[in-house]
């Protein structure tokens, strides 16, 4: 019996460490409790992906080149500050990649609302950047507010421990991931934080879709078919900013560039927070007028990552 027991308190201070850097800590006491929620080896499962980049950190990390214990000590407020918002909502984080955060739901425990969780830890993060921007600006670290962009994805990937037998880690593979990645990419060409597939918003609770609105059709890189993406933010889209959305979406992808122009005025003129995607789009637009496409189909190819 002290045998079982010393070894069942073993197994569990074993799972605890490897979930530790992840994972909420009451997600681990449920999987301490219950080991078989966790399956070892990959399973199919839909769940909705994130990626988080911090925008302009290039120039950061230009100004603390010789004060490198300083842009440590931005990076690691600014990912703990967005972690925390990850895994307050039951998030896992898959990995760090330098100024990026990866992070999932749906694994390993069961969440049935993923989706609604990962739209809500995306608005949390913006409004924690926010609050920590003020801090590092009095501090003096900083002189203009940090960035993010946020991509979300909905789909089924294979989640579990992959590697190898020397080395693995619990992460997820599959289209979706790709397709969030991608997304993060767009949110520096569309002017927008956060943007997320249609596959996402059709699993968004009810109140979420207050607040999000069609932005573009397009053909990621690596991938054959389109993806209509949508912008997320921290206010209710009006009925005059989705009149305006809409005239343009409809003659911009019918080809009636000139009309979709004049739309994109009216977006300025509706919404502010509206400028730099009708920016953005008055660019495309243009190229279309003065070189138009022979066959064009309303998609646009997304060439780079």
Known sequence: MVNDLFTVGRQKREL???????????????????????????????????????????????????EPEKLADIINRLLTVLTREILDTGGTIDKYMGDCIMAFWNAPLDQHDHASRAARTALKMIQALERLNGVLIAEGLISEPLRVGIGLGTGYVVVGNMGSTQRFDYTVLGDTVNTASRLEGLTKQLGTSILLAQSTIDELAPDLLAYSIELDLVRLKGQESAVRVHGLFDTPISTEERAWMAQFLQSYRSGDFLQASAALEGIRDAATRFSPYADALSSRVGAQITSPQNQWAGVFDLSTK
Request: proline share 4%; charged share 35%; hydrophobic share 35%.
């Open 16 to 66: 605890r460490k490897a979930f530790d850097q992840y994972l909420s800590p009451d997600m681990i006491e449920q999987l301490v409790e219950d080991p078989e929620k966790l399956k070892i080896g990959g399973e199919s499962r839909e769940m909705t992906i994130m990626f988080c980049d911090i925008r302009g950190f290039t120039s950061i990390s230009e100004r603390f080149k010789n």
